[in-house]
């Protein structure tokens, strides 16, 4: 038997000879549930555990919530999942035979993560890579998401598999990187301005957490985790800083009190209307 040659999806053809599309480079974009119509997708990702990533997510999704835009979180940070825990969200989901319902938060964001769907959110994940991502996919293909003006996705830390998935099966419009002064900010930076790059993925600017703290007092900014390289890395790399998050213990106390809903966070103003210019080409 012939080898088939045609790498592009659902092609049957032995040869190329003539076809319109041989040589382009093959999709991998997973279709959407018929029910939902998202019009931006926007990942958020960190190099490492712990930078404030989900908070970050939430904080972008209020904002633009709170400018009337109707706003998903996708939580794919598959095994260390907290946006429920940050909006009080419990499972599980409602499911029937035409998809998954999100679950809503009280300022109306669309919310879908594992922990909605596990009995028991404090049962562990123990799943490898491929599955985590498969998982990702399902989030898009079988949540009915409705309509959406922004789908903002909280991904896993690092460049694993979940990432390479969602950069290769979802629409992403850009993505924002949240580090911490602490981070080996030049580094995590450049793998994932690579990482997007090479999926051909916009990177929409950083954001740095943790940058300081106000003192109560006298209304100094101490630099609790020393001085902050961001700036620097902006110039060198020609990626934007979006916003310069201080330690708020308000933003901790809401995301333990399961009522992030209520967290409002001035300092990521400069993110949102980055994020807003993506709709004006939708008007
Ligand atoms: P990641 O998603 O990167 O693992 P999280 O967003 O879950 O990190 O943040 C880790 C913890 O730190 C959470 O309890 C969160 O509420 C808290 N946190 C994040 N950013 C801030 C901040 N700027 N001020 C105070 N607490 C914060």
New binding site residues.
């Given amino acids: 038997m012939a080898e088939k040659s045609c790498s592009s999806s659902g092609c049957s053809k032995e040869s190329c000879e003539g076809c319109p599309s041989a040589g382009k480079p093959q999709s991998f974009l997973e279709e959407l549930n018929v029910y939902s119509e998202v019009k931006h997708v926007i990942g958020v990702v ?1 190099g490492k ?7 970050a997510t939430a904080s972008l999704a209020n904002l633009l919530a709170s400018k009337g835009y109707r706003v998903g979180i996708m939580d794919a ?1 598959i095994t ?1 999942p ?1 946006i429920p825990r940050m909006y009080g969200l419990e499972g599980p989901a409602m499911a029937d035979d035409e998809g998954i319902y999100p679950v809503l938060t009280n300022n109306d964001i669309k919310v879908m993560s594992i922990n909605l769907l596990m009995p028991d959110p404090e049962t562990p994940v123990i799943w490898r890579g491929p599955v985590l991502a498969n998982m990702v996919k399902q989030f898009w293909k079988d949540v009915i998401w409705g309509e959406l003006d922004y789908l903002l996705v909280d991904m896993p ?1 690092g460049t694993g598999d979940v990432p390479l998935t969602v950069f290769q099966s979802l629409p992403v419009d850009g993505i924002v990187i ?1 580090t911490s002064p602490q981070d080996l900010v030049k580094m995590i930076v450049k793998k994932a301005y690579n990482m997007a790059s090479a999926m051909n993925i916009p990177v929409l600017g950083m954001i740095e ?2 940058s300081y703290l106000k003192c109560p007092d006298c209304g100094k900014e101490i630099p609790v985790f020393g001085k902050s390289k961001i700036d620097e890395v902006s110039q060198e790399l020609g990626v934007a800083v979006l916003g310069k ?5 308000k ?2 106390e809401l ?2 009190a399961g009522a992030f809903d209520e967290a409002e966070n001035p300092y990521l103003e400069g993110a949102l209307a980055v994020l807003q210019l993506l709709s004006v080409k939708d008007k």
Avoid: A, C
């Avoid at 555990?49 to 908070?55: C, D, E, Y």
């Fill in positions: 960190s555990g712990g930078v404030g990533k989900s908070m940070d260390g907290s830390p949240v957490n943790y998050v201080p330690i708020d213990p933003l901790t995301s333990d």
